[in-house]
């Protein structure tokens, strides 16, 4: 995509070998990481307690989708299980694993710090003391099944990352590193508060430590049709504004005379980042790994331009979740956040190990 | 020389008027006028704190003056959109940072951001300026480097190739000889005399080398304590006197070139 091709520079100095040959070819990268998230997406939809066969699967898929009954038959419990259950769960899981991992690499570039997760602006938190704060208080309101807990999960990582960017968003020389700081302190604030509201939660604790956990067990339609056009929206705006976050890697005056209003820009990514990383947590809890991991994992094989770190980790991070979704839901329902960390973590910690060339953000 | 010698009929293509700055109560620079014409090689010296880097930063649009303005091409440059002020005025900021992975040629690319339009990543025409950029700098062999990897010296030619790819009429450069070994100094004056001279790109230079300044840039602005102090021809600007004056130092420790001092 933006590399300087070989006919513009002299072919023999480009470098060989297998890594460089793939870094050079980031189509081809997201072409692979498109087949990867195929795969698991159909495998997704297919596997489960109850074993649904391929025809039957696409049958119903092209009967709810497209009204074609193609002279296929199935049992009306078979197209509920597909419809009803699977096929949100695993669009849910694409989406949110597409969102979150878009705003880790969208965090790590922005902050220049490579342990930023999505979750570095204090949103983890938030988000949590909010589901906290609707599980204890006595109303139930519900619009779609989108409940309180959902509502206020959103609100408070929304406002979380909004009091930490107002806090410490001031720029500046040692800007980064006062956001940071700024966005740990208001999450230790939030995590007081929240430790707090477990600890009075009583009988409610479970539903609490659950969305601490975080699951895609609850994914439904409605609640796709509400958060999916939120993370789909900011991932698109996150990456059409890649070119950007490249520009900002050479410092804030340097981006400055490339034209580029620092200010301006670096506050629109990270509402963006924060936007698409409080639809996913309303939803679906607090699901680590992701949004840390698959953007490195990324840079490890393409290189640190944003604009090819950011597509390949959309369609990399939806691959990555729906997989790990289908393994927690297989084992038996365990937190797809416990099946990614056992899973990816030593696959990350030996591909860290393999790569000769030293890795930085 | 194809550039435009400076004259009061050619309309500058970038100028100071009574640009006055001020951190807070700290007033930077006081009153500085410093109309350059296009086609001109412009050298800004001085002693260190003297308000150079804050009156480059005035007039690349980034640092707003207190009072005065700056023009380009006749209009207040605050009233100009930031994509059109890069396309005209490529700058190499004094301090640029490189702490991460990246191929040469892909940070030179960056230089195109201006002109990318929105969403289409590079065009043929971008990868033939980041090439050609390249080539005029003498780094094409070292595209496919990590720039971590490079030395000062070659970091700073990355910097500068940056500036060219961007293509813009005016180059303005920080301090672009810091860190480098006397070769690299003299490699860098005489690109930049070469971009000037073959391709008419106006240049305004901040220098600390006063010999350097003197051989390779036929206008010297000396500025001291906020203030512009002289303004012209080596020769006129650069004497003994001057030199004890605002520089504080002998002026035999500073070796000019013949007919400068």
Known sequence: MTHVTASTLAPDLRPGGVAAWVRGRPVVVAVVAIVIMVISVVLGVGLGSVQIGPTETVGVILWRTLGLRAGLDWAPATEAIIWDLRLPRVLTSMVIGAGLAVAGATFQGLLRNPLADPYVLGTASGAALGAAVAVLIPIQIAFLQFGLLHGLAFAGALLAAYVVFRLGGSGGPGGLTRLLLTGYAVGSVLAALLTMAMYVSGADLRQIFSFLLGGLAGASWPRLAIAAPLIVGACTLMILRSPVLDGLLLGDQAAGHLGIDVRRERGILLALASLATAAGVAISGLIGFVGLVVPHFVRLVVGPAARRVLPISAILGAALLTAADLVARLVGDVPVGVVMALLGAPFFLFLLHRTRSSYEL | ?261
């Open chain 2, 1 to 261: 020389m194809i550039g435009v010698e400076p004259g009061p009929a050619v309309e500058p293509i970038l100028a100071a008027h009574d640009v006055t700055i001020a951190y807070g109560e700290r007033r930077i620079v006081s009153m500085a006028n410093l109309p350059v014409a296009g086609g001109e090689r412009v050298a800004l010296v001085g002693p260190n704190g003297a308000g150079k880097s804050s009156l480059l930063r005035a007039m690349t649009g980034v640092l707003h003056p207190v009072s005065g303005e700056v023009r380009l091409c006749g209009a207040p440059i605050s009233t100009v959109d930031r994509g059109t002020v890069a396309r005209t005025i490529a700058v190499v900021p004094e301090l640029m940072q490189l702490p991460f992975q990246m191929p040469v040629h892909e940070v030179v690319a960056l230089g195109r951001l201006p002109h990318e339009p929105p969403f289409t990543g590079l065009r043929p025409i971008d990868r033939a300026a980041v090439a050609g950029a390249m080539e005029r700098v003498g780094i094409t062999q070292l595209a496919y480097r990590d720039v971590r990897e490079l030395s000062m010296g070659e970091r700073q030619l990355v910097f500068i190739a940056v500036a060219v790819a961007q293509a813009a009429a005016i180059l303005v450069l920080d301090e672009p000889t810091a860190h480098l070994d006397i070769r690299h100094q003299v490699d860098v004056m005489e690109l930049l005399v070469d971009l000037n001279r073959r391709d008419g790109t106006t240049i305004v230079a901040v220098l600390h080398d006063l010999a350097l300044a003197a051989h390779f840039f036929p206008r010297i602005a000396v500025m001291d304590e906020g203030r512009i102090v002289a303004d012209g021809p080596p020769a006129a600007t650069l004497g003994a006197d001057r030199i004890r004056s605002v520089f504080g130092v002998d002026p035999a420790l500073v070796r000019l070139p013949v007919g400068a001092a």
